[in-house]
């Protein structure tokens, strides 16, 4: 069974930078791994994903913004959210999922193993 922790959410003045973490267990190596988002009365978004093929995706809204990263020997999943603006308020999940198709990386129904979030609110 895959657990996922999500951490180093917070507050952060537009401009700004936060860093996020997923713990994976057991391990992350063979899995993809994507951070969403979901805001108010939004739907949930695909940020950012790491493919088991080595290659990465972005959504739009944060390409040259974020940058997903993993450590294997930690088991973990970052994501490195710079010049944040109030839009990306959020809350983050963390997504990990044996099987997922590259054109399918950042929708949300490829993932089965989720996270509980961290919360990223951004002020201007």
């Known amino acids: 069974q895959v657990q996922l922790e999500e951490s180093g959410g917070g507050s952060a003045q537009a401009g700004g930078s936060l860093t996020l973490s997923c713990l994976v267990s057991?391990?992350?190596?063979?899995?993809?791994v994507a951070w969403f988002r979901q805001a108010p009365g939004k739907e949930r978004e695909g940020v950012s994903a790491?493919?088991?093929?080595?290659?990465?995706g972005y959504s739009d809204s944060v390409k040259g913004r974020f940058t997903i990263s993993r450590d294997l020997a930690k088991n973990t999943l970052y994501l490195q959210m710079n010049d944040l603006r109030p839009e990306d308020t959020a809350m983050y999940y963390c997504?990990?999922?044996?099987?997922?198709?590259?054109?399918?990386?950042?929708?949300?129904?490829?993932?089965?193993?989720w996270g509980q979030g961290t919360q990223v609110t951004v002020s201007s």
């Open positions: 057991p391990n992350i190596d063979d899995m993809s």
């Open positions: 790491f493919h088991t093929s080595k290659r990465s």
């Open positions: 997504a990990a999922e044996k099987w997922v198709t590259w054109s399918l990386l950042l929708e949300s129904d490829s993932y089965n193993s």
